[in-house]
């Protein structure tokens, strides 16, 4: 079974800083691993979504690698706003699309 | 295009009742996924629906069922509530058969809370 961590569980920045998300996982039999943001009570919206033949994905500010053979994905956001503030979510699907999800990563930019 | 919908967006409900959410995906996609998310935590996998068939299930109790329907929406149904069941219930649509490359959409999710 698919397993997923990310660390660090909480972290906050002063607005303008650039940041680093980490996510392990330990299955590295994986088509796609996914990004996505989850504001307070809300679902989920997608960030990026790296497919397997990719090492890297870019949307904006946004910065997404994959690392297969190690197990691990990063989440960078440039320039921070207060606007990211936001839990980051990493899911590895499984051969179903059936998405295995770390705990997050809560993320507080202070202004 | 419209995005994927839920329905209540609340709902609270006692011990040993049953509830039932609904899902509309999003139109064209033929794969419905459901999750459980409890405080605090990510979303578990509860179970998938593709062309009105179960389609894998996670680790939970057949007290949690669902059903897709032709036009692809869904229900997840949870008899004999419990305390533990209080969470945030989101369901995912997808377009299956491009080779597990494809990206799931998220509704807003149902909170139900179990008293």
């Given at each position: 079974k698919q397993e997923v961590t990310q660390i660090p569980a909480a972290l906050s920045v002063p607005e303008g800083e650039n940041l680093v998300l980490n996510c392990s996982f330990?299955?590295?039999?994986?088509?796609?691993?996914?990004?996505?943001?989850?504001?307070?009570?809300?679902?989920l919206t997608s960030l990026l979504l790296i497919q397997s033949s990719q090492r890297e994905q870019t949307s904006g500010r946004l910065n997404a690698s994959l690392d297969k053979s190690s197990g691990r994905s990063t989440l960078y956001i440039a320039a921070s706003q207060p606007g990211d503030s936001a839990t980051y979510l990493?899911?590895?699907?499984?051969t179903g699309n059936q998405f295995y999800f770390g705990t997050g990563t809560s993320l507080t930019v202070i202004p | 295009e419209t995005g994927v919908t839920q329905s209540p967006t609340h709902l609270i409900k006692t011990r040993g009742q049953q509830v039932t959410l609904r899902c509309s995906s999003q139109s064209g996609h033929n794969t419905v996924s459901w999750y459980q998310q409890?405080?605090?935590?990510?979303p578990q996998f509860i179970?998938?629906?593709?062309?009105?068939?179960?389609?894998?299930r996670g680790n939970f109790p057949p007290r949690f069922s669902g059903l897709q329907f032709p036009n692809y929406s869904s229900e997840l149904n949870v008899n004999a509530l419990e305390l533990d069941d209080s969470a945030l219930y989101l369901c995912a649509s997808s377009l299956a058969g491009s080779g597990g490359q494809e990206t799931q959409y998220f509704g807003p999710g149902t909170r139900l809370l179990v008293l």
């Open positions: 330990t299955d590295s039999a994986i088509y796609n691993l996914q990004w996505f943001r989850q504001d307070p009570g809300k679902g990493c899911a590895a699907p499984n | 409890a405080l605090g935590q990510g179970f998938q629906y593709y062309r009105e068939e179960e389609n894998g």
